[in-house]
């Protein structure tokens, strides 16, 4: 089992920047891939992005690119995604999400997800 608790999200203008936590407990966290989605109202959720066991392969989706980027602290069982440059298109509660297999765009390849936090981006 995993558990994860993301932190971070509020509301921020935009062009503004926010750092969002995933603390992750249960199972060695240098165990599993992580993934960041999110899913605005009335939209499905989608991939973001996401960083392998060790840190060393990342992916993100192609509006991520250059604006968003994730890292791992694995001494401290957290991953981050730090969002700059933000717009109000961005405004959608983040979820992390665990996978013991490869990190993928796939939702259905991550077995375990967080609860989720609000990034509301004002124009």
């Known amino acids: 089992q995993v558990q994860l608790a993301e932190s971070g999200g509020g509301l921020v203008q935009a062009g503004g920047s926010l750092r969002l936590s995933c603390a992750a407990s249960?199972?060695?966290?240098?165990?599993?891939?992580l993934g960041w989605f999110r899913q605005a109202p009335e939209k499905e959720r989608e991939f973001v992005g996401a960083?392998?066991?060790?840190?060393?392969?990342?992916l993100y989706t192609d509006s991520a690119k250059g604006r968003f980027t994730i890292s791992r602290d694995n001494a401290k069982s957290t991953v981050y995604l730090q969002l700059n440059s933000l717009k109000p298109e961005d405004t959608a509660v983040y979820y992390c999400?665990?996978?013991?297999?490869?990190?993928?765009?796939?939702?259905?390849?991550?077995?375990?997800w967080g609860q989720g936090t609000q990034v509301t981006v004002s124009s």
């Open positions: 999400a665990a996978t013991f297999g490869s990190i993928s765009y796939f939702e259905g390849n991550y077995d375990y």
């Open positions: 249960g199972r060695p966290f240098s165990s599993y891939g």
């Open positions: 960083i392998s066991k060790r840190g060393g392969m990342t």
